[in-house]
T-cell receptor, first 113, second 114 residues
Framework: QQQVKQSPQSLIVQKGGISIINCAYE??????FPWYQQFPGKGPALLIA?????SEKKEGRFTISFNKSAKQFSLHIMDSQPGDSATYFC????????????FGKGTMLLVSP | NAGVTQTPKFQVLKTGQSMTLQCAQD?????MSWYRQDPGMGLRLIHY???????DQGEVPNGYNVSRSTTEDFPLRLLSAAPSQTSVYFC?????????????FGPGTRLTVL
C-alpha cells in the first residue's frame, strides 16, 4: 500500500518556468512533510519541509503548498534553472516517537536551457 | 566532518554470494537507516536503527541483515545475493528518530547481482 503518491513521474520545464510536483497522502497521522532533492550519482538531500499547521512555506525559489483537508501538498520551483534538474522526492512522517519516513516514488525534473 | 560514508561505491556479485555494505557516520547521530532505490520505485526502507544495539525492519527487509554495535557504524549484510537485489543502496542518519525527517544520506553503493 503506497501511502504517499507523487506525480508526475517526470517533468520537463523550460528555463525560467515554474515546476510543480504534487503529492497526496493517506495516513492522517502524518504531521511532517519534507522534500528531498537528488542529483545524479548522489544521495538525496533535504530541500525544504512543512508542518500541517501552515499552508505554505517558502525558501528562495522553492515553495511548499499544503492542503490538509485534501491531504495534498506540492512543491513549486519558481524561475526554474538547469541546475535544478534532479529527482525530487516528497515524503511524510509522524514526527514523534519512533517513526520512519515514507517516500513518494520520485519525480525526475529536467529544466531545458 | 565526513558526514555519512559508504563503501564500496560499486560492487558486482554472483548469485548466492554474500557481502557486507559498510556505512559510517561521524555526526553522533542516533538514528541510522538503509534504503534501496530502484527505478520507478522511489526509496524503500530496508532496516533501521534507533541506537546502538537496537534495530528494526523496514518495508523490504527480506534477504538483508543489520547490526548496530556502535553509534558510528551500521553495516548491511546480504546473506545470499539474488538478482532481485540489484539496486542502489543508500545509508542515512539523523540526529534522533523524532527528527527522522532530517536525514543525511550517504553517496550510495551501486550493486549488481548476476
Amino acid at each position: 500500500q503506497q501511502q504517499v503518491k507523487q506525480s508526475p513521474q517526470s517533468l520537463i520545464v523550460q528555463k525560467g518556468g515554474i515546476s510543480i510536483i504534487n503529492c497526496a497522502y493517506e495516513n492522517t497521522a502524518f504531521d511532517y512533510f519534507p522534500w528531498y532533492q537528488q542529483f545524479p550519482g548522489k544521495g538525496p538531500a533535504l530541500l525544504i519541509a512543512i508542518r500541517p499547521d501552515v499552508s505554505e512555506k517558502k525558501e528562495g525559489r522553492f515553495t511548499i503548498s499544503f492542503n490538509k483537508s485534501a491531504k495534498q501538498f506540492s512543491l513549486h520551483i519558481m524561475d526554474s534553472q538547469p541546475g535544478d534538474s534532479a529527482t525530487y522526492f516528497c515524503a511524510a512522517i509522524v514526527n514523534s516517537g519512533y517513526s520512519t519516513l515514507t517516500f513518494g516514488k520520485g519525480t525526475m525534473l529536467l529544466v531545458s536551457p | 566532518n565526513a558526514g555519512v560514508t559508504q563503501t564500496p561505491k560499486f560492487q558486482v556479485l554472483k548469485t548466492g554470494q554474500s557481502m557486507t555494505l559498510q556505512c559510517a557516520q561521524d555526526m553522533n547521530h542516533e538514528y541510522m537507516s538503509w534504503y534501496r532505490q530502484d527505478p520507478g520505485m522511489g526509496l524503500r526502507l530496508i532496516h533501521y536503527s534507533v541506537g546502538a544495539g537496537i534495530t528494526d525492519q523496514g518495508e523490504v527487509p527480506n534477504g538483508y541483515n543489520v547490526s548496530r554495535s556502535t553509534t558510528e557504524d551500521f553495516p548491511l549484510r546480504l546473506l545470499s545475493a539474488a538478482p532481485s537485489q540489484t539496486s542502489v543502496y543508500f545509508c542515512a542518519s539523523s540526529y534522533n528518530v523524532v527528527r527522522g525527517h532530517e536525514q543525511f544520506f550517504g553517496p550510495g553503493t551501486r550493486l549488481t547481482v548476476l
